[in-house]
């Protein structure tokens, strides 16, 4: 099994996937990087799409680089 590229998007104030619960998502996916936008929640992408769009952008250039 090869670990697969895995970029987690989320914002520090989603009460979906909260906080604490951060741990045990990159316990679950340690090779992921993740970016936790700040001031927003579940709908980060709605919230803020540049920053959104950023980090999925920098996921595709780090990854294929």
Known sequence: ????????V???RDPLVPMADLDAV?????QAI???LP????FAHLELPASTV???A???TTKLA
Do not use: K, W
């Open 1 to 8: 099994f090869t670990a697969r590229p895995v970029t987690i």
């Open 54 to 56: 950023g980090a999925i």
């Open 39 to 42: 001031r927003s929640g579940h």
């Open 10 to 12: 989320l914002g520090d």
């Open 26 to 30: 990159r316990a679950r996916y340690p």
């Open 34 to 36: 993740v970016h936790l």
């Open 58 to 60: 920098e996921a595709f």
